[in-house]
């Protein structure tokens, strides 16, 4: 399942980098989902990163910024 997971992210980034912010979104998502389900770390937090980053750029800071405290909690897991 991590592979899975780091392809999404890496897909998630790519299509920001296209500007196709809602489809960058959907797979960061899928990708954030797949790492966290396969207990990798590293997967689920550069797709957090890329979706804070997306929705950033979808003017969406409150959802960020949920997502930023989202993360934090996790990591102090």
């Given at each position: 399942m991590p592979?899975?997971?780091?392809m999404y992210v890496g897909l998630g980034e790519l299509c920001y980098e296209w500007n196709d912010l809602?489809?960058?979104r959907e797979y960061l998502q899928k990708g954030?989902?797949?790492?966290?389900?396969?207990?990798?770390?590293?997967?689920?937090?550069?797709g957090?990163?890329?979706?804070?980053?997306?929705l950033l750029a979808l003017g969406k800071s409150s959802?960020?910024?949920s997502l930023f405290t989202e993360v934090e909690e996790l990591i102090a897991l």
């Amino acid at each position: 399942m991590p592979p899975l997971g780091f392809m999404y992210v890496g897909l998630g980034e790519l299509c920001y980098e296209w500007n196709d912010l809602h489809k960058a979104r959907e797979y960061l998502q899928k990708g954030i989902e797949l790492g966290q389900r396969g207990g990798d770390i590293k997967i689920w937090l550069l797709g957090y990163a890329g979706l804070m980053q997306t929705l950033l750029a979808l003017g969406k800071s409150s959802q960020t910024w949920s997502l930023f405290t989202e993360v934090e909690e996790l990591i102090a897991l």
